[in-house]
């Protein structure tokens, strides 16, 4: 708060600055210093016309050459250097600047073309007078078209190279977005007394949100639901990064609770600090129906038991990728015939309506309850029907 109060309180002294130091100089002045540095510029070039050209140029030739190079340096040191420097001052102040620059360079560089050729200008005075003029609205139109060019030039290319970026980037997205579906599970492994389902909608092209089926043995499935900080192409490369440490590690030996500590450790040594994955993991087995899971900072599971809807509390421990070394615990649940388990994560529960409420894990109870005989598709169906809502 004391940093934004100092910021406040720094900037009007700074504005103001500016003003002062312009009104410390008196117009005239300011007018004669910016004419002297335009005759100067004007004499230097009119100076390397007449030694450049020789005595082999007639006296009108070399006038006509030096007005050329007066209007074209005008023109192109105007647009070029002095108007993108003077950009950001009020248009009615800008484009008076710029009729001054321009009549400035054209009509002091023309007295000081006029100085090297005095014999042949007193003898058509009103002539040379004529062509200034013409000179000076000539460098006034290109100069200030010029400009003008200069400046849709810049903003088409900066278009152009931010649609190429913009289409580079969305290509990306759609392959690693290919990449992510190749990941979720083609087949859903088959118990005689477990049916699995899961469906994985990602709120953008690419998520991170990421589910897994692991075929253990005949009676044993392993369940993993993941939810990895972040968005894009780097929360893709994550969920990869974990879906192959998770199966590289699962064998029907494996523990949730070691399995994740392995996934934790791994994570934390191969990412950044700032990215990390809630996950819920868990092990099935037909021999007692027993659901053996750990939580690593996700949202619980919610179990439908006769209509009842209650959440699958454990402690577990922190998500994984934060903390090398972590340690998570295991629990337990023995599920009974009839009973319906949903793992999801929070681009479900967090997903906001058109009035800004949060779907939540109440209104998801509700569905889940209404519709626990269903087959498991079609409560995954009715659960985005009503999202959608």
């Given at each position: 708060m004391t940093s934004l109060e100092q910021t406040a309180a720094l900037t009007p002294l700074e504005a103001g600055a500016a003003p002062r130091l312009t009104r410390s100089l008196p117009q005239g002045r300011f007018a004669l210093l910016w004419a002297l540095i335009w005759a100067a510029v004007?004499?230097?070039?009119?100076?390397?016309?007449?030694?450049?050209?020789?005595?082999?140029?007639?006296?009108?030739?070399?006038?006509?050459?030096?007005f050329a190079e007066v209007v074209g340096f005008a023109s192109l040191v105007s647009a070029r250097v002095v108007f993108p420097r003077l950009a950001n001052l009020p248009y009615?102040?800008?484009?008076?600047?710029?009729?001054?620059?321009?009549?400035?360079?054209?009509?002091?560089?023309?007295?000081?073309?006029?100085?090297?050729?005095?014999?042949?200008?007193?003898?058509?005075?009103?002539?040379?007078?004529?062509?200034?003029?013409?000179?000076?609205?000539?460098?006034?139109?290109?100069?200030?078209?010029?400009?003008?060019?200069d400046s849709m030039r810049r903003q088409i290319e900066e278009q152009f190279r931010e649609l190429r970026h913009k289409e580079v980037l969305e290509r990306q997205l759609r392959i690693a977005r290919e990449v992510q579906q190749q990941l979720l599970p083609r087949e859903t492994p088959q118990l005689a007394d477990l049916e699995m389902h899961g469906k994985c909608v990602p709120a953008r092209d690419v998520g991170g949100d990421y589910f897994d089926f692991l075929p253990v043995s005949d009676g044993r499935v392993g369940l993993v639901v993941a939810d990895v900080s972040g968005k894009g192409v780097p929360a893709a490369l994550l969920v990869a990064g974990i879906q192959a440490s998770v199966r590289s590690r699962c064998d029907m030996h494996a523990r949730p609770g070691e399995l994740k500590t392995r996934v934790n450790d791994i994570l934390y040594r191969s990412s950044s600090?700032?990215?990390?994955?809630?996950?819920?993991?868990?092990?099935?087995?037909?021999?007692?129906?027993?659901?053996r899971y750990c939580n690593a900072g996700h949202h619980p599971p919610l179990r439908v038991r006769g209509g009842e809807v209650g959440p699958l509390e454990a402690e577990g421990g922190f998500p994984l990728g934060m903390f090398e070394g972590a340690e998570y615990t295991e629990s337990q649940t023995r599920l009974q015939a009839g009973d319906l388990l949903a793992l999801y994560t929070d681009g479900l529960v967090e997903a906001p309506n058109a009035d800004g409420e949060e779907f939540g894990e109440e209104r998801l109870g509700r569905v889940l309850s209404r519709d626990a005989g269903l087959p498991l598709d079609r409560i995954c169906d009715h659960v985005l029907d009503e999202l959608a809502k």
């Open positions: 004007g004499l230097a070039a009119a100076i390397g016309i007449t030694i450049g050209t020789g005595a082999d140029f007639g006296p009108a030739l070399r006038i006509s050459l030096m009615v102040l800008f484009l008076a600047l710029q009729v001054l620059t321009l009549l400035s360079v054209t009509v002091f560089g023309s007295i000081a073309v006029a100085w090297t050729q005095l014999l042949f200008v007193a003898a058509s005075l009103t002539t040379w007078v004529l062509i200034i003029l013409i000179n000076a609205a000539a460098a006034i139109v290109v100069g200030i078209g010029l400009y003008t060019y600090s700032s990215r990390y994955a809630t996950a819920v993991l868990g092990f099935y087995d037909s021999d007692g129906r027993v659901f």
